[in-house]
């Protein structure tokens, strides 16, 4: 009976054996386990007898990664040798994946953490992102992290995207350089889903065979497999959106992840808010309120540069004092509301004149300064005075008015009339008043303009003529009037005393 029994145990274990086996080789057939965890495993066994709790990442054949925890003893011969394993084998996938979530968490936070601090210290955007990017793909372990901004389409003016910043890890294409994200509508791109979304708050994200079949297609181009993008706001305007994806294997995101990128996004927007408002303040103090045009300190700060670079490339620079005559007649006849209206339409005038390059400032009340760098010669400060001359003459249309306008303007060039910002504003200043006073008694007559001279040191310039028919009680004289070096811009003078002169 006893022999019985221990046969049967035998046999027993020995058919236990061969399902173990059998088992195995199946699992092998379904499923790659690392060489290099084999071969720790094997040199445990070999060392102690046995392990408990040994982790392994295993392969299956679609490509999925799963994780085991073996605890097993070794089977040894008579002579002493291991001829088998026996032990217990546990899926331990899912909590591999909840520490892989809390350790990435915790990098995440600390990325945030740290590229809070980036944003604190930096003074601009530009200075900033692309290190905010960096940590924050390192972090999160994906593989691109980028920002868009939402703006409208250059051509259509329809709700568009552009990527601004991206960071790519080793091995993963770029895709900023692609025409596909750059100004591009959200109804082009068959992305309107995105933008409804982001306006209601809320993120886009989830593994990309999940999207509809257009967003696949599109996500497709550049390999991205998981993707997680976040809104930005400043205030209640969206601004654009942040977002990472995962190109090499796909990943689900946790809402974890979610909240963290959207901490990241707010973090930006507050960024991005104050950039804006110190953007508004800087306006503020170097613009003009009325005209928008640079104003005087935003002028005397630009010049004193604008004469080094002169200095420095032994360049001619023209400083202009621009005067509208008389401007005061039309704040007391028509109100100042007219008077505004003229100088935000004379200003616009002034601008279509000049070269790139030029700068018109606002000095105060009637009166605008220029500065004209690169000049050649001194012909070309005359032909930007026909320049403007000639986008003065015709009638500004204002409230049911027709008014004509009139400009004293002087010139100074450096280095002829000096080599000292003070200098030239002062002689540019006495020029202009000199052509003012000339103007007050010029009488109208046709000579012809003689040629400019090397140096026009302190140089004015006046003409003077009347309207041009049919306007009522005026003559009209077509050609201007020149004297060098002392001269007038177009002036309309009334005759018969019936008009108000401007």
Known sequence: MDLLQVVTADIALALERQQAEEALRVAEAKYRIDPQHRQAFTEAMAVAGSVIGFESEVYRKDGRIIWISESARAIYDDQGQIVSYEGTVEDITERKRGEAELLRRDQLLQGVAQASHQRLAATHLDAVIPDVLAILGEAANTDRSYLYEHHPQSKTGAGAMSMRYEWTRPGIAPTITQSHWQDQSYEALGSRRWYETFLDHQPVL?????????????????????????????????????????????????????????????????????????????????????????????????????????????????????????????????????????????????????????????????????????????????????????????????????????????????????????????????????????????????????????????????????????????????????????????????????????
């Open 206 to 502: 989830g593994l990309v065979r999940h999207f509809p079949p257009h967003e696949q297609e599109l996500l497709g181009r550049d390999d991205i497999l998981s993707i997680s993008m976040v809104p930005i706001f400043i205030d209640q305007d969206l601004w654009g959106y942040i977002g990472v994806d995962a190109c090499r294997e796909e990943w689900e995101w946790s809402t974890s992840d979610e909240s963290i990128l959207v901490t990241v996004a707010a973090s930006l927007g507050g960024l991005l808010k104050r950039q804006q408002t110190e953007q508004e303040m800087y306006h503020q103090v170097y613009h003009d309120t009325l005209t928008g045009l640079p104003n005087r300190t935003f002028f005397n700060q630009h010049l004193p540069a604008a004469l080094a670079q002169a200095r420095r490339y032994n360049q001619m620079l023209a400083v202009v004092f621009l005067d509208l005559d008389r401007f005061k007649t039309i704040n007391d006849t028509l109100s100042h509301a007219v008077g505004d209206l003229l100088l935000q339409q004379v200003t616009q005038r002034i601008a279509k004149s000049l070269r790139a390059g030029d700068i018109v400032s606002r000095w105060g009340g009637d009166e605008f300064t220029l500065i004209l760098p690169n000049i050649t010669s001194p012909e070309d400060c005359a032909k930007l005075a026909q320049r403007i001359a000639q986008q003065l003459t015709e009638p500004f249309l204002i409230n049911g008015h027709e008014l004509y306008v009139t400009t004293s303007i002087g010139i100074a060039l450096y280095p002829h009339d000096g080599d000292e910002m003070s200098v030239l504003l002062q002689n540019a200043d006495a020029a202009m008043y000199r052509a003012k006073a000339q103007g007050a008694a010029t009488p109208t007559s046709s000579i012809p303009r003689p040629s400019v001279p090397r140096s026009v040191s302190g140089s004015s310039w006046k003409a003077t003529c009347t309207m041009p028919s049919p306007v009522r009680n005026c003559c009209c004289t077509t050609s201007p009037r020149w004297t060098w070096p002392r001269a007038t811009w177009c002036r309309w003078k009334p005759c018969c005393g019936g008009t108000t002169p401007i």
